[in-house]
């Protein structure tokens, strides 16, 4: 049996409780081993089950069963309207004494990392009472413990208080101890992060909507609105039938025109020739091609240009497509840098060497998505098609959201995703030259899905270049938009 120490009832002057609250907890000054000692004694209906030392240097000890002692001061209460539960006992007493010792108030015997543990063993008690305000000090740990400690209670029945200093005592000992009973009225109900009320959204929600940052092509700026932070971009196209030019064209516009910083991973294109590409879509020059129809000096300028930017960084693979150390790279430039637009060409060959490639793509795509709403950038991805039935992607065959490689992960987590379609075989000159941009995919509105912009190439300038009537599709209403339901 346990021999459990016998002290004094005494104020706590320093710390501002009284005699009195001191009394209602049964919390006494003694000594033990020669040291004087603060004894905070745990009760049931039999009687004293553990008791907590405090020493003079802040250290503790526990005489008895810590793991049976309940919360302090619960012998005192009954299930009522509301109970507050503090991280000590001296705060307890503190919020207690500001109540004048009328109102039910407990505390965790083990501080705030041992809170989850102790109110679970007493949630049943805890339970009856129709609120519960978590009353924790206000530092990191305090209000951590506070929000884990929240999720064990019925939805709507826990709040949590904050104060305007560390703890409880530290206002009762600034004679403020009105203002714990402010915090005890104005505690709110703990929400996750991610819930939010049309109060928190109403002034962005109120601001009227604009277009946002506009594509190289005004057709599909007028079909998707702009682009958004936050929005995944996935393109598709048979082989050679210019999805890697298009994006080149599509990074000059966005990091020299419209000045914003640029990420490029080109998994299977060395630095030096994607710079090249770059470097010649911004000066209408094919400086990747060996013939005269461009002089160096041009291609050093350009560089110079675009190095004077600051907007381009490239990655170079060494030959590595692990997507964690892919990701790890574009977070570092998302939040050392500032980049803003990520350009990923391709997504298949991250996981080419997977075991499981759909699996391994369905959480690439999901991180995908998470990275680019969480550092609010535009994420932009060239994904591999599986051959189509009947005619190839690189006869023209038309791009549907099925044959991307992945199509249901990237369906489900693009905000817009496009299709490229040439006949590179056609004997028609103008057939052979000409690309439909096809829109497969809008969760924005919708209303763009199906849509065509025909293309043409500008073989002087390299460039791409809208044709006329938009309108036209090779395909008529053949049936197929939406094909997949995402």
Known sequence: MTDFLHGEVTALAKRGITEDTCRKFGYTIGEHHGKKVQIASYRNTDGIVAQKLRYANKEFSFKGDSKKCGLFGQHLWSPGRRIVITEGEIDAMSVSQAQENKWPVVSVPNGAQGAKKSLARELEWLEQFEEVVLMFDMDEPGQDAARECSELFTPGKCKIAHLPAKDPNELIQANKAREIITAIWNAKVFRPDGIVTFGDIRERALTKAVRGLPWFLPTLNDLTYGRRYGEVYFFGAGTGVGKTDWFTQEIVNTAITLNEKCGLFYLEQPPVETGKRVA????GKRFHVPDDSWQEQELRDTFEQIEASGNIFMYDSFGSTEWE???????????AEGVKHFFLDHLTALAAAEEDERKALEKIM???ASFAQKHNVCFYGISHLATPEGKPHEEGGRVMIRHFKGSRAIGFWSHFMFGLERDQQAEDENVRQTTTFRVLKDRFTGQSTGKTIPLGYELETGRL?????????????EPGYGDTPF
């Open 280 to 283: 010649g879509k911004l000066a």
């Open 325 to 335: 150390t892919i990701l790890a790279k574009m977070k570092y430039l998302a939040t």
């Open 366 to 368: 999901e991180e995908i």
């Open 465 to 477: 270049f809208e044709k006329p009537d938009a309108s036209d599709d090779p395909f008529g209403d």
